[in-house]
């Protein structure tokens, strides 16, 4: 079965201070993983997709990084309106639908 | 900015009210989706639609009734629905249906069962 773990539940950090989400993952064969920013009450938000272990994509402050266990957000020097919940999912072959960590709910604090 | 766009941002009916949930999108995508989510908890699938055809039904109950007009447009119709249905309710899209695809999400329907 497919499954996302997504660690801390929830990080508070003073703003300025770097820090790191992780995502591990089990999937039969991945097809790609995906990062959203969902702020309360609102949608989730596309942040990025990443294919295969080595990728690497940037965003202002956000990098994510993929190994073929695990994709990391590392979150350089944030202010207080990256506060929000971080969504990891993932995409196994096949026509099976996206599958969902729990998020990691991060508040930065100035 | 999201591209797909809900209507109405917020919901309030009754158990024996009919009403409808309504998506629109102009991405040129094949693929629409609708999520359910409840707080604190990750979306989860109800239906997709590909090509304006129903390709996948979560097991969701009849009361809750899609459907695709054309490939911009996605509805949702709700009829005697229960309080446990209250929650954030989602459309999506993608290019097409299948892996690989990133989904794009609007900012969602909040509905109330009272």
């Known amino acids: 079965e497919d499954q996302v773990t997504q660690s801390p539940e929830a990080l508070r950090l003073q703003e300025g201070e770097s820090s790191s989400l992780n995502c591990s993952y089990t999937?039969?064969?991945?097809?790609?993983l995906f990062w959203y920013r969902q702020d309360p009450g609102k949608g989730p938000e596309f942040l990025f997709t990443?294919?295969?272990a080595g990728e690497e994509k940037e965003k202002e402050r956000l990098k994510a990084t993929l190994t073929k266990k695990e994709s990391f957000l590392h979150i350089t020097a944030p202010k207080p309106e990256d506060s929000a919940t971080y969504l990891c999912?993932?995409?196994?072959?096949?026509?099976?639908?996206?599958?969902f960590g729990k998020g990691t709910r991060l508040s930065v604090i100035a | 900015d999201t591209e797909v766009t809900q209507t109405p941002k917020h919901l309030v009916m009754g158990m024996t009210n009919k009403k409808s949930l309504k998506c629109e999108q102009h991405?040129?995508?094949?693929?629409m989706y609708w999520y359910k989510q409840k707080a604190k908890k990750p979306p989860e699938l109800m239906f997709v639609?590909?090509?304006?055809?129903?390709?996948i039904n979560e097991s969701v109950p009849s009361r809750f009734s899609p459907e695709c007009p054309n490939s911009s447009l996605l509805n949702l119709h709700l009829h005697a629905l229960q309080p446990e249905d209250s929650a954030l309710y989602l459309c999506a899209s993608s290019q097409v249906e299948g892996p690989g695809n990133t989904i794009y999400f609007g900012e969602g329907s909040w509905l109330t069962v009272v």
């Open positions: 999912a993932v995409q196994a072959a096949g026509n099976t639908p996206l599958v």
């Open positions: 999937v039969s064969g991945l097809r790609g």
């Open positions: 991405m040129g995508h094949r693929a």
């Open positions: 639609y590909s090509y304006e055809k129903l390709s």
């Open positions: 990443l294919y295969s």
